[in-house]
C-alpha cells in the first residue's frame, strides 16, 4: 500500500471521524471535488452540503538524509453548508489520528507531521465555509 493510500485508510477506517464527517470522506485521486454529481452522498434531501472532507495528494519531493528518503505532502479539505463547528471538529479528529503518528500498512512509511492548517476559507465554487489541513509523511521510496 503507498503511503497517500495508507493515510487515507486510517482516516477513512475511524468511526469517530465517519461521525463528524456525516457526508464521507472522499479521495483526491479518484474524484476532483466534492459536487452533487461526483459525490451526491455529501448532500441531504435539500440539497444541503454535509460535513465532509476529500483527502488530496500534494506533492512529493526528495529528503534527507536517506537517498531514497522523500516527503509527501498530503491535504485535507473540510467543506460543511454553514458555520464550522463540524468541520473544526473533523480537522482536531485528523490532527489526533495523523501527527506523530507512524501508521501500519505501509513499509516506507515512516511518520506524519502536521505541517499547518488555513481556516476560515470561503469555498467559493460551493459557497461554502472550507478549512484545509496540510500533512507532511516522511516516505522511502527505494
Not at 476529500?54 to 479539505?77: C, M, N, Y
Request: one cysteine or more.
Amino acid at each position: 500500500m503507498t503511503a497517500y493510500a495508507t493515510i487515507l485508510a486510517a482516516l477513512q477506517g475511524d468511526t469517530t471521524l465517519a461521525g463528524i464527517l456525516t457526508g464521507g470522506l472522499y479521495d483526491g485521486t479518484e474524484i476532483n471535488d466534492i459536487s452533487r454529481q461526483a459525490t451526491p452522498a455529501a448532500y441531504d434531501q435539500y440539497s444541503e452540503l454535509l460535513p465532509c472532507a476529500i483527502v488530496k495528494p500534494e506533492t512529493q519531493a526528495p529528503a534527507g538524509p536517506h537517498p531514497d528518503g522523500s516527503r509527501l505532502f498530503v491535504t485535507v479539505w473540510f467543506y460543511q453548508q454553514s458555520g464550522s463547528a463540524a468541520i473544526d471538529a473533523g480537522r482536531e479528529r485528523a490532527y489526533q489520528l495523523l501527527h506523530r503518528a507512524t501508521l501500519a500498512g505501509s513499509d516506507g512509511l515512516w511518520d506524519v507531521r502536521h505541517a499547518n492548517d488555513l481556516l476560515g476559507i470561503e469555498m467559493q465554487a460551493l459557497d461554502v465555509p472550507a478549512i484545509m489541513s496540510r500533512y507532511v509523511a516522511t516516505v522511502n521510496r527505494g
